[in-house]
């Protein structure tokens, strides 16, 4: 479907790609802190505000504290320029590719093509992932003008990373009362709180927001979709790369799991031991420069530098599983899915049959021989490619198996759409510090290959795109702006993607195809995998 067929959402009809500059675009809009002026976006009558504060510095006396109120302003603020990243490392990053880099961090960034605060447009809010680095929403992979054209309101944010985002710590869960860390997950909610309160005038409907993230960032929306903090506050959650069966063994080591708080702490009192603090005092005295460096340094012992989402029992008040059991997981429409060589598949993945068998034993133990049977392999090539295949059949299942607890376990009306990501984007990408440098035969359908195609931006990235590209990026962001718009991505001109039923296990192929696969490749290997997970004794 081409940009211009698209169809009204939410009683906005998207604009095409080549609309005339809008009466109003580039308006000053007031915000509770003040006036802001924004810029021409990528497309023509698309204005896009950058750098907006919408909570404190995060310095001094408010690093690892609930984000403070935003300060104020008079007169017109130009937002032109994006604000400041958190403290991270940014080393190996090219110099004009990293924003500043600053404490005084919480900031967002608005698309919009509304000509007036009286429109009433669905706000799409973005997360972003990563491992610590090169997390910032300036970045052209999430640029949200391709949305925005499709009638959507388009939020991106920074929120504080690694040590700054998760210390749980003694001294800081006496100072709140509940718990420490997720201080990131914290300033989540309060860029939704801050949305809440002003979005309306930038022409976006505050009671229609879709809380949507990637990898890490994706675990924040999994996380707020149980805790009572952000309730209200969003009304549709897309997780890519997002969640997995809450007994799946890998949430023991991918960004969606999480430490419990006596772990947490045990790491952050070494953390303070590391870094040759004695008091909270002392922590918040250190200069961001010397934490990161000092975290981040090349042989740093493990113990102090593990930092990640917290059980907390504050922002995350119980499990995964629990939040399933006991029902209380938000009763919101979910678009989720996976990439194809991502959780150990890739296409260029070495393993012999000595390594292969080893991981079967080891993995299914008394199963193992029924694992080798459905996925057989006699030779080395043939190992890897077995292993590929069952990597991508557990994801698949996995993510499945999710939607059936969100459904059934639950009680939930909502609907589940997931999806399989399988296109490799071409060439490689020296624009997005966020995605990795092979080109694409190296890479695949990667982690994270998925979003230059939801946000549907690709003309601002430097890859050789293909017509097949942009054909793909504008079904999927089409998909996506229906699913802000109306909690559905389904629309005119879009091949049908069916809601997740339990009783039948399929996936939406987006990429090489668009059409509804199995959640794995043979109903003996879904029977076998299920079986498995559900037969797990660690529930997350």
């Known amino acids: 479907m081409g940009v211009a067929a698209a169809t009204a959402l939410g009683g906005t009809v998207a604009a095409p790609a080549s609309a005339a500059p809008r009466t109003g675009a580039g308006r000053a809009v007031r915000t509770e802190s003040g006036l802001v002026s924004g810029v021409p976006a990528a497309l023509d009558g698309i204005t896009v505000y950058k750098g907006i504060p919408y909570a404190a510095s995060t310095a001094g006396e408010n690093r690892w504290r609930a984000p403070q109120p935003a300060p104020s302003w008079k007169g017109i603020r130009k937002a032109d320029t994006w604000g400041p990243a958190c403290p991270q490392p940014v080393t190996g990053i090219d110099a004009d590719k990293v924003p500043p880099l600053s404490e005084d961090c919480l900031n967002l960034n608005v698309w919009t093509g509304a000509a007036s605060s009286r429109e009433r447009r669905p706000v799409f809010v973005w997360i972003y992932g990563g491992r610590n ?186 499990t995964y599983t629990g939040a399933m059991e006991s029902r209380t997981e938000y009763d919101i429409p979910v678009l989720t899915g996976n990439s194809k060589d991502e959780n150990g598949a890739s296409p260029t993945l070495a393993m012999t049959v000595a390594q292969y068998q080893a991981y079967a034993t080891t993995t299914f133990g008394d199963q193992a021989a029924d694992f080798l049977k459905l996925y057989p392999a006699t030779t080395d090539t043939e190992a890897a490619a077995q292993y590929n295949a069952y990597a991508r059949d557990e994801e698949r299942v996995s993510t499945f198996l999710w939607g059936t607890q969100f459904r059934n376990t639950v009680g939930n009306r909502s609907p589940v759409y997931n999806y399989w990501w399988t296109h490799a984007p071409p060439g490689s990408d020296t624009t997005n510090p966020i995605m990795p440098a092979q080109d694409a035969a190296s890479a695949g359908a990667y982690h994270g290959s998925d979003l230059y195609y939801l946000f549907g931006g690709l003309a601002g990235t430097d890859r050789p795109w293909t017509e097949e590209d942009y054909s793909i990026a ?57 079986e498995y997970l559900e037969a797990q004794t660690t529930a997350y």
């Open 133 to 318: 680095s090169a997390m910032w929403s300036g970045q052209p992979v999430y640029d949200g003008a391709n949305l925005a054209a499709k009638g959507a309101i388009v939020v991106t944010f920074n929120h504080r990373v690694g040590a700054f985002g998760s210390l749980a710590h003694p001294e800081l869960s006496a100072e709140t009362g509940h718990g420490s860390g997720n201080w990131g997950a914290q300033d989540t909610v309060a860029a939704l709180k801050w949305i809440r309160r002003n979005i309306a005038a930038f022409g976006g409907d505050p009671d229609r927001v879709t809380l949507a993230g990637w990898s890490h960032g994706s675990s924040f929306v999994n996380i707020l979709m149980i805790s009572k903090l952000a309730r209200g506050l969003f009304h549709r959650a897309l997780l890519s790369s997002g969640v997995q069966y809450t007994k799946d063994p890998s949430l023991g080591h991918v960004a969606g799991g999480y430490d419990t708080l006596a772990a947490a702490e045990a790491n952050g009192t070494a953390f303070a031991s590391y870094m040759g603090a004695s008091s909270l005092a002392d922590l918040r005295a250190l200069s961001a420069d010397e934490i990161v460096s000092k975290v981040y340094a090349p042989g740093a012992p493990a113990a102090g530098t593990d930092f990640g989402n917290v059980l907390d029992g504050y922002v995350l008040p119980t």
């Open 474 to 530: 504008d079904t999927v962001s089409s998909y996506v702006a229906h699913f802000a718009a109306t909690g559905n991505p389904n629309g005119r001109g879009l091949a049908a993607w069916p809601a997740l039923r339990t009783t039948k296990p399929l996936a939406m192929e987006l990429g090489d195809a668009i059409t509804a696969v199995p959640a794995a490749d043979s109903d003996a290997k879904y029977a076998f995998l299920k």
